[in-house]
């Protein structure tokens, strides 16, 4: 038109998230590039982020059959948010004590997205190192995959506690680090390090201090967790890598998850 103004549904407008040339605003997946808009059960969602093999228009929860790895879940691109899945097999790797835990697939760590967070708002109850099913709606909270509005969590046997990744550089796992993503939710371990801030600030409340690389740590888990002073040389601190809120955060579990020289 000739109104002066750009037309929100111009192929090639600026308001285009995914970059596939379809503006988000017309966009029937607009978190996930399908320039092709394909919707073959037509309810206006696009089959690269429909997890539904049938048409759901008001957009209702639809269950995935069958159970499945968190690398099946997670691998990008992901495109079962929204939708019911049951996981099965994964181990509990720490309990928060506020409202859920952490899941990791035994699997080659190295891989990534191995790495889940089950919100119970603490209406279950499991132990680290017990194999899980889990069923619930597999959502996406401020960036941290995770199962929420959990139907059911049983304890299927003994787990073998996966090991820890280990970045090259504690940068690398940090807040916008390379492999911050792909290690979410993991089992992670930085190695000879130091505390650069003691009283860091962030967008909420999870930081207690900074160390080599801008890698955030908190006592979510960890309650009393002292904050060593600036400066403190730190052999290795490892645990769950949680995201919130916009920053990347190492989750110590106990007084054996950080050592010092």
Do not use: W
């Not at 941290?144 to 280990?166: S, T």
């Amino acid at each position: 038109d000739l109104d002066g103004f750009e037309d929100l549904c111009e192929a090639g407008s600026r308001y285009d998230s995914d970059g596939d040339r379809v503006p988000s605003r017309c966009d029937l997946c607009p978190g996930v590039g399908d320039p092709g808009q394909e919707d073959t059960d037509g309810d206006g969602k696009g089959d690269a982020c429909d997890p539904c093999e049938v048409a759901n228009p008001d957009l209702t929860l639809c269950e995935v059959e069958g159970e499945h790895s968190l690398a099946e879940l997670l691998t990008p691109p992901v495109t079962r948010f929204g939708a019911v899945v049951t996981v099965a097999g994964a181990v509990v790797t720490a309990v928060r004590r506020d409202n859920g835990f952490f899941l990791q697939d035994s699997a080659d760590p190295t891989e990534g997205f191995r790495g889940l967070y089950v919100y119970t708002d603490g209406g279950f109850t499991v132990s680290v190192g017990d194999s899980v099913r889990v069923r619930g709606e597999l959502g996406d909270y401020f960036g941290r995959p995770q199962i929420g509005e959990v139907e059911l969590v049983e304890v299927i046997g003994a787990g073998e506690l996966p090991p820890y990744v280990v970045p090259g550089e504690p940068a690398e796992v940090a807040t916008s680090g390379v492999d911050a993503e792909r290690y979410r939710s993991m089992l992670v371990r930085v190695e000879s390090v130091e505390v650069t801030d003691s009283s860091p600030s962030c967008e909420s409340s999870s930081c207690l201090f900074e160390v080599t690389g801008g890698l955030l740590v908190d006592d979510l888990i960890y309650e009393g967790m002292a904050t060593p002073t600036l400066g403190t040389a730190i052999t290795f601190i490892q645990g769950p890598l949680d995201y919130a809120r916009g920053n990347s955060v190492l989750l110590p579990t106990g007084a054996g998850d950080i050592e010092f020289p």
